[in-house]
T-cell receptor, first 116, second 113 residues
Framework: DSGVTQTPKHLITATGQRVTLRCSPR?????VYWYQQSLDQGLQFLIQ???????AKGNILERFSAQQFPDLHSELNLSSLELGDSALYFCASSVYADSSGANVLTFGAGSRLTVL | EDQVTQSPEALRLQEGESSSLNCSYTVSGLRGLFWYRQDPGKGPEFLFT???AGEEKEKERLKATLTKKESFLHITAPKPEDSATYLC??????????????FGQGTILTVHP
């Protein structure tokens, strides 16, 4: 157990629908990151939050949004789902905000989204 | 844009047969090169961070090395429990690189008893 908790583990839904993925970071970590992993794209950075504020943005689609709450848990909202959104979505957490070699990410077990 | 290419895509070894995995990278100002291990159905697990050319780090049967253009993960006398996907990632310093790890596609290692 890495200490990063993601729910749900598996989710099957239909095109056009909206889903919410939840992440609780490791105790003491203030940064939360969201990554998407698909077979053809590998692990792609979506977005980072630090202590409730958006810190960095990657290849996140406009149909996707995220937030980090005062208790530091984070949610990733995916809307108007398409078949191509089927993937593993990972949450990771770290202590620091700044990008440095010392800022090691701890990953959760992921949420597998299947869009039919 | 930062790029990471890992080779081979898949590697099958017999138990005890040493080998190396390669990670070639281009990055705007390297702030760190990371190796992660990922088991099926799990998230990546941190192994090493390397900061500058010439640096080496070891953990059990694994040793990671770094040059200005690539990193190697050497596996000495592997065991079946070393079977996993090994991911390489870089953290850049400039512009759009800020805040994000760029991952390679990974090498799937299978060690047969």
């Amino acid at each position: 157990d890495s200490g990063v908790t993601q729910t749900p583990k598996h989710l099957i839904t239909a095109t056009g629908q909206r889903v919410t993925l939840r992440c609780s970071p490791r105790s003491g970590d203030l940064s939360v990151y969201w990554y998407q992993q698909s077979l053809d794209q590998g692990l792609q950075f979506l977005i980072q939050y630090y202590n409730g504020e958006e810190r960095a943005k990657g290849n996140i689609l406009e149909r996707f949004s995220a937030q980090q709450f005062p208790d530091l848990h984070s949610e990733l909202n995916l809307s108007s789902l398409e078949l191509g959104d089927s993937a593993l979505y990972f949450c990771a957490s770290s202590v620091y905000a700044d990008s440095s070699g010392a800022n090691v990410l701890t990953f959760g077990a992921g949420s597998r989204l299947t869009v039919l | 844009e930062d790029q990471v290419t890992q080779s081979p895509e898949a590697l099958r070894l017999q138990e005890g047969e040493s080998s190396s995995l390669n990670c070639s990278y281009t990055v705007s100002g390297l702030r760190g090169l990371f190796w992660y291990r990922q088991d099926p159905g799990k998230g990546p697990e941190f192994l090493f961070t390397l900061y500058s050319a010439g640096e080496e780090k070891e953990k059990e049967r694994l040793k990671a090395t770094l040059t200005k253009k690539e990193s190697f993960l050497h596996i000495t006398a592997p065991k079946p429990e070393d079977s996993a996907t090994y991911l390489c990632a870089v953290l850049g310093a400039g512009g759009t690189s800020y805040g994000k790890l760029t991952f390679g596609q990974g090498t799937i290692l299978t060690v047969h008893p």
